[in-house]
C-alpha cells in the first residue's frame, strides 16, 4: 500500500499520466478568412495563403503546431489544461474545460469541445496578429 501511495505522489508530481492524451492528435480545421485576411495584409509570417480554407493541427500532450502557414509550422508552447471553476462551497460549475498558455505576449488556446484554436501574438489592435481555427474535427486513427 506505501509503494501505491509513494508511486502515485511521484506522477503527480512529474506530470505523468495527466498529460490528457484523449484530446492528441491530428485535427482538420476550418481558418478564421477574416482573422487570416488582416494578419495577411500586414504581411505577417503567421498568416495561411488566402487561397487555403483548410488546416491541419496536430495537437499532443499539451502542444499545438499549426501546419502551413507562410512561414511553415507554428510550434505553440505546452499548454495547462485549466480548471473547472469552483463555488465557494467547493462545488464545480459546470463549464467546459480549455488548454490555455499566455506569458503576456503571446497566448493560445484550444477549446476540444468546441474545436476552437486561436493564437494571439502581441495586441491586435496595435501591430500584433491574431489567428483562429475552428471546427477543428479529429481525423480518426
Given at each position: 500500500m506505501k509503494r501505491l501511495?509513494?508511486?502515485?505522489v511521484i506522477l503527480a508530481l512529474t506530470g505523468c499520466g495527466d498529460n490528457h492524451s484523449e484530446f492528441n492528435g491530428v485535427y482538420i480545421c476550418k481558418i478564421g478568412q477574416i482573422v487570416n485576411s488582416e494578419v495577411a495584409a500586414q504581411g505577417s509570417e503567421y498568416s495561411f495563403p488566402l487561397v487555403v480554407v483548410k488546416a491541419k493541427m496536430t495537437f499532443k500532450n499539451g502542444v499545438m503546431t499549426i501546419h502551413g502557414m507562410k512561414s511553415g509550422d507554428y510550434v505553440g508552447h505546452e499548454m495547462a489544461l485549466t480548471a473547472a471553476p469552483v463555488t465557494p462551497d467547493g462545488r464545480k460549475i459546470m463549464s467546459e474545460r480549455e488548454f490555455k498558455y499566455d506569458d503576456g505576449v503571446v497566448?493560445?488556446?484550444?477549446?476540444?469541445?468546441?474545436?476552437?484554436a486561436t493564437i494571439t501574438i502581441g495586441n491586435p489592435r496595435y501591430d500584433g496578429i491574431m489567428q483562429q481555427l475552428t471546427n477543428c474535427k479529429k481525423e480518426q486513427e
Amino acid at each position: 500500500m506505501k509503494r501505491l501511495l509513494i508511486a502515485c505522489v511521484i506522477l503527480a508530481l512529474t506530470g505523468c499520466g495527466d498529460n490528457h492524451s484523449e484530446f492528441n492528435g491530428v485535427y482538420i480545421c476550418k481558418i478564421g478568412q477574416i482573422v487570416n485576411s488582416e494578419v495577411a495584409a500586414q504581411g505577417s509570417e503567421y498568416s495561411f495563403p488566402l487561397v487555403v480554407v483548410k488546416a491541419k493541427m496536430t495537437f499532443k500532450n499539451g502542444v499545438m503546431t499549426i501546419h502551413g502557414m507562410k512561414s511553415g509550422d507554428y510550434v505553440g508552447h505546452e499548454m495547462a489544461l485549466t480548471a473547472a471553476p469552483v463555488t465557494p462551497d467547493g462545488r464545480k460549475i459546470m463549464s467546459e474545460r480549455e488548454f490555455k498558455y499566455d506569458d503576456g505576449v503571446v497566448s493560445e488556446d484550444f477549446f476540444p469541445k468546441y474545436g476552437i484554436a486561436t493564437i494571439t501574438i502581441g495586441n491586435p489592435r496595435y501591430d500584433g496578429i491574431m489567428q483562429q481555427l475552428t471546427n477543428c474535427k479529429k481525423e480518426q486513427e
